[in-house]
């Protein structure tokens, strides 16, 4: 495609990227703190502001590609929207009335009598994020705030001297030969003042600001892995607001460091009679057949678990990789005209398993350190810098940073002596500040190879026999209540265009039907909830085996980018529109 075609040019004056709590909070704050300095202008007979506010989305609507657990810490919220609890249409599902932590061997469980308090969360909400941003965005649309679905940015625009101005987003109507369809349309170039970041994890337009400016901090962001489904249980089986955490089975390394996995799983009651279970796992794990779909339809056969779940069935499912490094591998959060928030800048307290209140502080902070930047007429680095110091002088700070060794800890130690060193972190970070970081390392350099893992004769490796959905497996899938991967993507509503280039970029297929396949045994097949990856016999191949990349699976997880040990792929925007159709997770 000519660069040199036309495309159309919009004018904002703000530009937030990304549709999720972090962005529409963001837009919020400083469209309140417009609206505020214009009624004191008037009574005071001055000029008023005038601002242009957008948020770009890539989903086809507002909570499309939403996914989280979600209990909610509504301290941001009560901040942005002090009235949310006497307001009808804000979107609860129950609140939290009874909660306990189970410790799960393979066979048996027991409940610890103390839940620890970073996890108590009675009274809070348990929300459905999805339908919280359709609400949030409904307060936007109140506000004059544009919001333009279906829209992916595909790369950031500078002006001469650096300075980012907008961004371009992605052409529509591209075949599968990189051709143009007849449907072709270019993309847009939507210039702002500032661009306001808030994609989620590993996000597109976040690995350029990065990059260009070199923003990422020596420790690496860090990420796990969630699984979610919704189950519809028996009428009347949900009474009230619970919560369920769990350790331990089916994560082996939860105990110690030895087999390199850790996570844990939640099961919280939703309204109605519907329930939300998810897994999350590490993405450094060392198993190279480490597969979170498949641990989450195990840890469904637990009895604890099953006596839960009783009669349920599988009506929704969805992944989603989480940054959980939090204080201790933030990147520079501005940059000249531009700033990152939310999930895209590690704004997530593991050690709470709780994001979204971060994440939408980090976008009201950033919302009016734009502000700022509004009265004064200046939008370079010295301004966009306020946004970094709000956060210094915010609870963010006070709440994520005596947390910034959570992950590391536990993930590097097992729970047991991770805990006692995370305890003891606690107390020395206030001390010390940044020079207590634990060092992380980059996830794709945690998996080992098979050999590594099982032993040189491999003989340790599971050998399973019943085939699913072109797979083997142990398991027995009825596809309601325990879900092979096509079924569950089936539930989770992905579908793109299929006649458009692949959006995961495989920098060297040949490399997967060899050097991965051998030492790694491509661990693409596992770690891809949504069986994107498939090897597959071709004999025209010299291998007698090729890649198959099946995108239109894709539910945006962005695991493949983060877990592949050999960083051979990459997660892109697909046409817009395409994707999850989550709803209600
Ligand atoms: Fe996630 Fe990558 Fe699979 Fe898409 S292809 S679902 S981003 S692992």
Same mark, same amino acid.
């Given at each position: ?235 009347? &089986? ?9 350790? =331990?089975?089916? #994560?082996?390394?939860?105990? /110690?460091? $030895?087999? !390199? ?49 009783k009669g349920g069935k599988v009506i ?27 999930? &895209? ?9 709780? =994001?979204?209140? #971060?994440?939408?502080?980090? /976008?009201? $902070?950033? !919302? ?56 003891l972190s606690k107390v020395t970070t ?39 959905? /072109? ?105 817009? /529109? ?8």
């Amino acid at each position: 495609m000519s660069e040199e075609m036309e495309r159309e040019t919009f004018y904002t004056d703000f530009l937030f990227v990304g549709a999720g709590p972090a962005c529409l909070s963001g837009a919020i704050r400083l469209r309140n703190m417009i609206d505020d300095h214009n009624d004191a202008a008037e009574e005071n007979g001055e000029e008023p502001l005038d601002a242009r506010i957008m948020i770009l989305e890539k989903g086809s609507d507002v909570g499309s590609h939403g996914i989280s657990g979600a209990v909610l810490d509504p301290r941001a919220l009560s901040e942005l929207f002090p009235g949310w609890k006497e307001d009808d249409t804000f979107p609860v599902e129950r609140f939290v009335e009874r909660e306990s932590m189970l410790m799960l061997s393979e066979t048996s469980g027991f409940t610890i009598p103390i839940m620890p308090p970073e996890f108590q969360d009675h009274g809070k909400p348990i929300i459905s994020i999805a339908k919280f941003q359709a609400w949030l965005a409904e307060r936007c649309e109140e506000r004059n705030i544009e919001i333009l679905t279906a829209t992916a940015g595909n790369h950031l625009l500078f002006d001469d001297n650096g300075q980012v101005i907008g961004v371009r987003t992605r052409d529509f109507g591209i075949g599968q030969n990189g051709s143009p369809r007849e449907d072709f349309e270019p993309g847009a170039d939507i210039m702002a003042k500032v661009t306001i970041l808030g994609e989620g994890p590993r996000g597109h337009l976040s690995r350029q600001l990065f990059n260009k400016f070199d923003m990422l901090s020596s420790n690496p962001i860090t990420y796990e892995m969630g699984c979610k489904e919704i189950l519809e249980l028996p009428k009347g &089986s949900v009474k009230d607001g619970f919560v369920y955490l769990t350790a =331990g089975y089916p #994560l082996n390394g939860s105990w /110690g460091p $030895l087999n !390199g996995t850790f996570g844990g799983a939640f099961i919280y009651s939703m309204g109605g009679d519907r329930v939300a279970i998810g897994l999350l796992a590490v993405l450094d794990a060392h198993n190279p057949d480490q597969d979170v779909h498949y641990m989450l339809q195990k840890l469904k056969l637990h009895p604890k678990i099953r006596e839960i779940l009783k009669g349920g069935k599988v009506i929704k499912y969805g992944a989603k990789a989480v940054t959980v490094g939090g204080w201790g591998c933030m990147p520079k959060l501005y940059a000249p005209g531009a700033m990152v928030i939310g999930d &895209s800048a590690s704004f997530l307290n593991a050690a709470r398993i709780k =994001g979204i209140h #971060l994440a939408m502080k980090s /976008g009201m $902070l950033a !919302g009016e350190a734009a502000f700022e930047c509004l009265l004064a007429g200046e939008f370079g680095e010295s301004y966009t810098k306020m946004y970094k110091d709000k956060i210094d002088d915010s609870w963010v700070r006070t709440e994520m940073e005596v947390s910034q060794n959570f992950h590391t800890n536990i993930s590097k130690d097992g729970l047991p002596i991770g805990a006692m060193k995370y305890g003891l972190s606690k107390v020395t970070t206030p001390l010390f500040g940044a020079s207590s970081i634990v060092k992380a390392h980059e996830d794709h350099s945690g998996m080992k190879t098979l050999e590594e893992y099982y032993g040189k004769d491999r003989s340790e490796r599971p050998q399973f026999t019943k085939p699913s959905s /072109g797979r083997y497996t142990d398991l027995e899938y009825d596809n309601e209540y325990i879900v092979d991967k096509l079924h569950a993507v089936y539930l989770s509503g992905s579908t793109h265009e299929e006649m458009q280039p692949s959006h995961l970029l495989v920098a060297d297929p040949n490399h997967c039907v060899t050097t991965c396949r051998e030492e790694y045994g491509n661990p693409c097949e596992r770690y891809c909830p949504a069986q994107v990856y498939n090897i597959i016999d071709d004999e025209s191949s010299p291998h007698g085996k090729r890649l198959q990349v099946d995108f239109s699976n894709c539910v945006h997880c962005k695991t493949c980018d983060i877990r592949d040990p050999y960083q051979n792929i990459r997660w892109v925007p697909p046409e817009a /529109g395409g994707g999850p159709q989550y709803g209600d997770m």
